[in-house]
């Protein structure tokens, strides 16, 4: 009796998943629109005009957690988390999640340099780095006034080439580095996308 139902169920889905178009046509849309890239490349294919494909190279980016940030992570300001998602909007850049298990073994805590990233680079499939860190002594004095900032470094994981992105200091609190980051996203993106 159950081989009658295990053919049963056997027969109807090879009846109802079959696809009503022939495989020749599928070999050759294949073929038409077929793109070569590196695996660890994200890819968007853009039409361009009837039968052209074109291959937009989508950069993967792992913002490494805040090289100090346990610190201002205490008070409930996470760099890491807004630079996340300012990123995450920009539709051509994409944001890997930093698995904090996969990483346990990397020493990711206060990395900002790339002589500290050997353990990261083994583990990532990222074509960048984004290594960040908060200015100032937040636990000597949270409220006084200039001693906030911030700087970002991006390291390219396939030529370990390691630019200083934007930065800020003497600014007076939490809203003005979330201000200061916002205008200056342009060109974090466009450090990302030329290095």
Known sequence: MKYWIMFGVYCYLFINCTNPVSEQSLAQTAKDTSINVDTNTVVDAVLIGEDTVAAIDTPSVLILPCSNGYDYGMYGYDLDEVLEENLSKV??????????????????????????????????????LIMNRMKGNLVASPSSKGDWGYSIRILNTKTLEQVNSINASNLSGWKEVLEHLEKAQATLIEDIQSN
Do not use: N, Q, W
């Open 91 to 128: 539709d051509r850049i994409k944001v890997l999640p930093f698995s904090y298990l996969k990483f346990r073994k990397a020493h990711y805590h206060g990395v900002y340099d790339k002589k500290y990233c050997d353990g990261i680079l083994a583990l990532t499939e990222a074509d960048y």
